[in-house]
């Protein structure tokens, strides 16, 4: 696996500091803006598993968890083919204040579909925080409210990102050899 990196874009340590001060703002907003216990947290899967397994426990508030399931690079896709809710266990999100998680912004399509069923479902608000946002204009299209890096426009895999559903257990952020995104 780590013969497939061309380049380390994020390392860990510098991931683990930016989820840190993520939280701490996630954490200040929060207490300002409402009571505790009514957040439900809801990572966009599978990309953001690993990135909302670390980011919550660095919030000390009391929420509840849901799932949303979307895909858009189905196998080895390194260009979106629209974003599609394959899945969901969303808990009950009606009157609740939702933070969604995706580990990257691309197109928007993703965050915006997502936004949209839970608009439709009633959520009391929806705010949306990132880890990566892709230099290009698509990506400023949609205003997340939390953005933990912005990379250039490459693929990128690792820290729970794929490609053909692989590489998501790499610590660091990387892109990969131009022959591995080409291997039939
Ligand atoms: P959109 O275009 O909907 O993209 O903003 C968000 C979703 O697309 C996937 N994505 C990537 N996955 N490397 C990946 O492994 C990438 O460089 C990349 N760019 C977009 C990702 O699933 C994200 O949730």
């Not at 907003?29 to 953001?48: F, H, K, V, W, Y």
């Not at 969303?90 to 998680?101: A, I, T, Y």
């Not at 933990?148 to 990102?161: A, K, N, R, T």
Request: charged share 20%; with cysteine.
């Amino acid at each position: 696996m780590q013969r497939d990196v061309d380049q380390v874009l994020i390392p860990r340590a510098q991931i683990a500091q930016r989820v840190g001060e993520l939280a701490t703002q996630i954490t200040a907003d929060r207490s300002a803006a409402a009571e505790d216990g009514q957040i439900t947290i809801l990572p966009i899967m599978t990309g953001a598993m690993i990135f909302c397994a670390d980011l919550i426990r660095e919030i000390p508030i009391t929420m509840q968890i849901g799932l949303i399931t979307v895909s858009s690079y189905p196998g080895r896709s390194v260009i979106s083919q629209g974003a599609q809710v394959i899945g969901q266990q969303l808990g009950d999100v009606k009157g609740r204040d939702v933070l969604l998680l995706d580990d990257i912004l691309d197109t928007g399509a993703t965050l915006r579909l997502v936004k949209g069923v839970l608009e439709e479902k009633g959520a009391a608000s929806v705010k949306t925080c990132v880890l990566l946002r892709k230099d290009r204009p698509s990506a400023q299209s949609f205003a997340a409210d939390y953005v933990g890096f912005e990379i250039p426009d490459v693929f990128v895999v690792g820290y729970g990102l794929d490609f053909n559903n692989h590489y998501r257990n790499l610590p660091d952020i990387v892109t990969l050899k131009e022959e591995v995104l080409a291997r039939p």
